[in-house]
């Protein structure tokens, strides 16, 4: 009897535990479609960072998870921050533009430019995001900006598959 109470209160505990950490800690992502090849590809399982931004803000370069803003659905994106709130964010020439000035993208493949040409200014609590594969993202050129409450967490990390456990390569501009 002592033994089965001691098992139950384990399992118990080690449930409570794990949702704990998956609702407020971090949590894991599959990735689906190509929207940010080649640097994240299909069936990726992420790491998910919800406490990423407790002590700091999002930043350009990251990669975060995200609910797709205005969906009825919830659907939940891997993206890149590209625009911070209150910046202009420009694509011209297949080019992004950030307050005027070209942002040098080296994790792009060579033939991926950004189009359609387009302007926007950020609101003091807005990002601009996109897909990495910028010919086949659906994101912020399509959506509009996302929100800081938009925001799940941030990734660094994949968990799967084997060959591509690792850290996710960081950017700075």
Same mark, same amino acid.
């Given at each position: 009897?002592?033994? @089965?109470?001691?098992?139950?209160?384990?399992?118990?505990?080690?449930?409570?535990?794990?949702?704990?950490?998956?609702?407020?800690?971090?949590?894991?992502?599959?990735?689906?479609?190509?929207?940010?090849?080649?640097?994240?590809?299909?069936?990726?399982?992420?790491?998910?960072?919800?406490?990423?931004?407790?002590?700091?803000?999002?930043?350009?370069?990251?990669?975060?998870?995200?609910?797709?803003?205005?969906?009825?659905?919830?659907?939940?994106?891997?993206?890149?921050?590209?625009?911070?709130?209150?910046?202009?964010? @420009?694509?011209?020439?297949?080019?992004?533009?950030?307050?005027?000035?070209?942002?040098?993208?080296?994790?792009?493949?060579?033939?991926?430019?950004?189009?359609?040409?387009?302007?926007?200014?950020?609101?003091?609590?807005?990002?601009?995001?996109?897909?990495?594969?910028?010919?086949?993202?659906?994101?912020?050129?399509?959506?509009?900006?996302?929100?800081?409450?938009?925001?799940?967490?941030?990734?660094?990390?994949?968990?799967?598959?084997? @060959?591509?456990?690792?850290?996710?390569?960081?950017?700075?501009?």
């Amino acid at each position: 009897m002592d033994i @089965a109470f001691s098992l139950g209160r384990d399992v118990v505990l080690l449930a409570l535990s794990l949702a704990i950490i998956h609702f407020f800690v971090a949590t894991v992502f599959f990735v689906e479609g190509e929207s940010m090849a080649p640097n994240l590809a299909t069936n990726n399982v992420l790491l998910v960072n919800k406490l990423a931004y407790l002590a700091s803000q999002p930043g350009r370069g990251d990669i975060v998870v995200l609910r797709f803003p205005g969906d009825p659905e919830k659907r939940k994106f891997v993206k890149r921050i590209i625009g911070l709130p209150g910046e202009s964010v @420009a694509i011209q020439n297949g080019n992004v533009l950030i307050n005027g000035k070209k942002i040098e993208e080296r994790y792009l493949a060579i033939e991926l430019q950004t189009t359609p040409d387009r302007s926007v200014t950020l609101g003091p609590d807005e990002y601009y995001l996109m897909g990495d594969n910028r010919r086949n993202s659906s994101d912020s050129r399509t959506w509009g900006p996302a929100r800081r409450r938009d925001l799940i967490g941030r990734t660094k990390f994949i968990l799967f598959p084997p @060959a591509a456990v690792g850290f996710v390569p960081e950017v700075f501009y």
